[in-house]
């Protein structure tokens, strides 16, 4: 065994209280009952809990650990955390160092704080956080502090969900439950339980530290709103999995060290395509666990580039001009002996659990499309989608050739035979015929199939994998649970499922395409089929209290519809919000900074002419300089104007989805023309007198 490897096993899972620590720590039949209590979704009995928290306690201190907090994720799309000491003072004057089962459980943060969507009033401060036990808790060292880590749901005094986590944890018990009735009807007897597992690969952009502090619009908003582009982008293709600069490696592997600790299991890194853009993804895990995981990897990369003298960029489109980042959740379901329901095998056409849960899943798609597309729904998202780096907004399926061979047969009365993969021939002797998958890839695709599992490929990078993630649980949960009940009524299951599979590949075959979503023709070829094409947030937002929407969340426990209508109106406000900070940082930026260094160029070179007059020279070149600028510089001051009635106007409106169209249908544009007349200025503006690092000095320069 190499040095390195048993370092990178010695570290990771240090910093987490884990199976492992909980079997060395606990007694024997507090361990049992304790792994019971999760593996049958049982309440947590106080008196198992306060063992279990002195263990946790003990374990943390002996780590250095001198606090506990509840980790939550509230509808910031963030994480919260409200820290707390071990120390409790005794009679004598002195201290000691407690933790019971009830703080482990419950905690007590305020709860009119968070957005709400109207849940909450100011005066109903009152919230409470929930120990996740199937989410193991860590300790996070961060600077010379150390905490142990508590993952929780959040929800208010009434029981509403106040987070991301709670309508996850809903959903994943609505997926179960439906599965385990398919899977029992198709005579599986052994399985005790159904899991939605997750990968979500994290894109990011890396820029060197002291470029981002000269930049108030990437500090403030998370992207560039000025920016002309550079003379070279990504059109030679030579960053995408190029060899990492030493920098960045050094800077990847302080990551992977820092997620290790955490027990992240950090797998690939690689240069993504755009200069300046990278990737990490994590191996697989249940859905909620690996939600957590992602916000960790989050936190983990900003923290760590900061010690590089780095800035992480999250933001969906923080460069125009050069792919924006996405997350890609690899999304599955797995029994909890290990079978993955999404395993095509050898033989697809002749598993039947396969075919149902694969046709389950492609009716959800094109059942709940609208909603699918809603849950990506963000302000840095518009930027990305549809603009041939990412999927574009109508919502597809790609199968491959083989699967949709498989679903067409289906339609027929039931399919009879697959292709196989078969090998690759190279044509050269010392390399061997490769393995053939059998069927391709499709980047374009925004919800793919990959081997045994979908892609989900629309999701931002900045955004929590738990708001798509238990819309996906649910919309599934629902068909089948339609499924169930058609099998549950059957006499004959083989014949039953034979007619569902059939319905389906007839009614759902419109959302299959395997071709290149960027092209114009698919574009109209998917109004002929009736599929949604919703490019705004806005109006994506707009269609989540549909009445279908609201019965899905209402009839699987997940929302309820006053939960459902307050994130509607959050994340409707978010994007309100997000553009008025842009707006507002846009109008510092150019009275500020451009205006004033433009004016200044526009001086230096009138006095360029007056001087060239002087000396009895015509000054046409210089003249023509001036004449350019000043226009510009005229462009740029009345646009600064129409900008600031636009904001004046939306941020007075009332209504929230009103506010929120008056910001992208007036805000957005004027916005995007005063960057017109910044970026024309900054191509002509003297380099020494221009006031913000330019594209080229932030993607290119490490």
């Known amino acids: 065994m190499s040095e390195n490897f048993e370092s990178v096993a010695a570290i990771f899972g240090k910093n987490v209280f884990n199976d492992v620590v909980m079997r060395e720590r606990l007694p024997k039949n507090v361990y049992k009952e304790f792994k019971k209590t999760i593996s049958e979704s049982r309440f947590l009995d106080v008196s198992l809990a306060d063992t279990v928290a002195n263990a946790m306690k003990d374990w943390a201190i002996e780590n250095g650990a001198t606090h506990f907090c509840h980790w939550f994720q509230p509808m910031t799309g963030l ?8 120390i409790s003072p005794t009679a004598e004057g002195s201290t000691i160092m407690e933790f019971s089962g009830k703080e482990l459980i419950q905690g007590e943060p305020d709860a009119s704080s968070f957005p709400s969507g109207g849940l909450r009033a100011t005066f109903e401060a009152r919230g409470y956080t929930a120990w996740d036990c199937t989410s193991p808790a860590f300790i996070k060292e961060t600077g010379k502090n150390i905490t142990l880590y508590i993952p929780c749901a959040f929800c208010s005094y009434n029981a509403e969900a106040l987070d991301k986590k709670t309508p996850l944890l809903r959903s994943m018990d609505a997926l179960n439950k439906q599965a385990m009735r398919v899977l029992r009807n198709l005579g599986n007897n052994t399985s005790k339980s159904v899991g939605a597992t997750l990968g979500p690969e994290q894109e990011y952009f890396l820029i060197d530290k002291r470029f981002f502090e000269k930049r108030l619009d990437l500090m403030l908003t998370g992207r560039t709103l000025f920016g002309a582009a550079t003379p070279r982008g990504q059109e030679m293709s030579d960053h995408y999995f190029g ?97 993955n329901l999404l395993e095509p095998s050898s033989t697809p ?70 292709k196989a993969g078969g090998h690759l021939k190279l044509g ?20 793919a199939f ?13 955004q929590s994998t738990a708001g798509p993630m238990f819309v996906l649980n649910t919309i599934v949960a629902d068909v089948l649970k339609e499924i169930a009940d058609e099998l549950e009524k059957s006499t004959n299951v083989k014949t039953a499922v034979q007619k569902i599979l059939e319905k389906i590949s007839k009614e759902h075959r419109r959302i299959i395409f395997n071709g290149d979503n960027y092209t114009e023709e698919w574009t109209k070829e998917a109004v002929k089929r009736g599929l949604p094409n919703i490019k705004s947030t806005v109006e994506s937002l707009k269609t989540i209290m549909d009445d279908e929407n609201v019965q899905l969340f209402v009839n699987h426990k997940v929302l309820s519809k006053a939960e459902l209508k307050a994130r509607t109106e959050i994340l409707l406000d978010a994007y309100s919000m997000t553009i008025n900070i842009e707006a507002k940082t846009t109008l510092n930026i150019a009275q500020r900074q451009i205006l004033p260094a433009a004016i200044e160029y526009s001086g230096k070179l009138g006095k360029a002419v007056e001087s060239i007059n002087n000396a009895g020279v015509c000054p046409s070149v210089q003249k023509r300089a001036l004449s350019k600028t000043c226009e510009l510089i005229s462009e740029l001051n009345s646009s600064i104007d129409e900008l600031k009635k636009a904001v004046v106007v939306a941020i007075d409106i009332d209504n929230t989805a009103k506010k929120a169209e008056n910001f992208r249908d007036y805000v957005v544009p ?33």
Not at 441 to 447: A, D, L, Y
Not at 679 to 697: F, G, H, Q
């Open 670 to 702: 004027a916005m995007n023309n005063v960057r017109k007349a910044v970026d024309s200025l900054e191509m002509v503006v003297d380099a020494k007198m221009w006031p913000l690092p330019t594209y080229v000095e932030m993607l290119f320069i490490k």
């Open 450 to 462: 990959t081997g045994n599992k979908f892609e989900f490929r629309m999701v931002g990078s900045a």
């Open 79 to 86: 994480t919260a955390e409200k820290h707390d000491s071990f």
């Open 243 to 339: 060899a990492l600069h030493e920098r960045v490696a050094s800077f990847m592997h302080d990551v992977n060290v820092e997620l290790w600790k955490l027990g992240v299991s950090a797998k690939t890194q690689h240069n993504e395509v755009a200069p300046a853009q990278y990737e990490l993804a994590p191996v697989f895990s249940t859905v909620n666990v690996a939600t957590d995981h992602n916000q960790l990897v989050m936190e983990t990369l900003q923290k760590v580039a900061l010690r590089n003298n780095l800035v992480c960029l999250l933001y969906e489109k923080p460069f125009s001009g050069v792919n924006g980042s996405g997350k890609h959740n690899n999304w599955s379901m797995v029994t909890d002996d290990g079978v």
């Open 349 to 418: 056409h002749d598993n039947m659990v396969f075919l149902v849960m694969l046709s389950a899943v492609i009716r959800a798609v094109d059942k709940y499309a609208k909603l699918l597309r809603a849950s990506v729904a963000t302000a840095g998202n518009d930027h990305r989608l549809g603009v041939h780096e990412a999927p574009p907004a109508i919502v597809s399926v790609f199968l491959g050739d083989q699967l949709t061979e498989i679903f067409e047969q289906l339609g027929q009365g039931g399919a009879k035979e697959s």
């Open 428 to 447: 050269v002797s010392v390399l061997p015929p490769l393995p053939k998958d059998c069927t391709d890839r499709n980047r374009t695709s925004p919800f």
